[in-house]
């Protein structure tokens, strides 16, 4: 009775530790706005679709005013010398006595200064290839938004893998464990048999063997459960405690819509990843115009206003006498035109870049059709995998009731010699790996049926919260 009481009382503290343990474990959720804050691949796609999404101003301001000012200023020194004959107040030259005419030298120095205001209006009226290249910005930048919905929606299905990876790490690491403890029970029987001559020392090998074998398996476990627990981290950017643990009665339902043609309806429509593929099909289309408007003329109008204030002066020295003008001018006009350019011949350069356009858009088709092919393969099997996974679960819970009875059937007849040490360990193997698939099938489970609704386009936050309900 005394036992019995010490036993029942270690069972209410255990049980008291895992509850405290529990309730401060973290979730699912938690560990996704974790990850939604820090996550590195997000983080890349959010700033690619900002990036992305400033082609659109970029291409309309081809399409809006441009308004240029500028200001130059001007100084100018000049000088010229020159000889010339001297001549009286009629004009005519004057000779010496020798009748050679008298020359004399003349110095013109200037400086002038200038300033030159312009401002220029220029509005497009009329260019099909900027037009072209607004549309296709835009289609371009729809494709990085659903770039960035599938990236979001990728977050949310890593997270919850890796979450579950974590919790079916840290199940086969304590079937790993338990099977552990039971062989080494097993060798430590089969010696005791083997020396009082019950057993023959084969019993003893292949018990210590399959105890060897099994301390191999608890290092693997604990090493997988390290990388999965490096995986979470990767992906929150930081370390963290226990998980809270999938409840072990969890309700098994189908996908609904119960059809699988509907769900494939729902994501040919829906699959961010498809969309942005199509919108990349669409801006390549429109590139096609875009590299044809070269052809086209365009047309554009003006409005230049320029003023030019100049002044200065100059200084003429002839012979023995000098004078000085001062120079001053302003200068200002206003032109207002419409320019229409006609192209004409480029050198083939815009056959090149239509044809180029065109192989781009053919590859563009392509890679659609290659993105199609793999949502509507991915969804059915991903819903294949939900229907499978309740039978899979089913089927695992079932094996295990049925190993541990074969177990404690197998170990009742060792006792009393119908079976042997082999056949126990082998029994007590079939119960380690029909626990580790239950655990396996459980979690599969989950994660197909997120999977699911990713292929479908469809996953929300919702969906991990259903999820974290199923926690404990």
Known sequence: MLIRIRRNALLLALTAAGAAASAHAEDLIQIY?????????????????????????????????????SLEYLHVDGGSKSVSPLTDSTGVPVQDQAGNFVLVPQNITSRDRSRQAQGVLSQSLFNWGNISRLRGARQTAAASVSDYDAALQDLEVRTATTYFGVLT?????????????????????????????????????????NHDSSVAQVITAQNNLDNAREAVSQITGKEFGDLKKL????????????????????????NPTLASRQHSLDAAEINISTQRSGHLPTLSASV?????PAWGSSTIASGASSFSSPDTALRANTTIGVTLNVPIFSGGLVHAQTRQAVFQRDAAQDQFELQRRSVVAGTRNAYRAVLAGISEVEATKQAVVSAQSSLEATQAGFEVGTRTIVDVLLAQQTLFQAQSAYSQARHAFVISGLQLKQAAGVIDVKDLEAVNALLE
């Open 33 to 69: 706005q974790q990850a939604r804050d820090a996550d590195p691949a997000l983080a890349i796609a959010d700033a690619t679709k900002n990036a992305v999404g400033e082609n659109v101003p970029e291409a309309r301001a081809a399409l809006l005013p441009q308004i240029s000012a």
């Open 169 to 209: 790490a840290e199940d086969q690491l304590r079937f790993a464990q338990a099977n552990e403890k039971a062989l080494a029970r097993q060798l430590d029987q089969a010696e005791q048999r083997y020396q009082v001559g019950l057993s023959a020392i084969t019993d003893v090998h292949n018990a210590r063997a």
């Open 247 to 270: 409840r072990e009665q969890m309700q098994l339902t189908k996908p609904e819509p119960s059809d699988m043609a509907a769900w494939v309806d729902t994501a040919i429509k829906q």
């Open 304 to 308: 230049v206003r320029t003023d030019t």
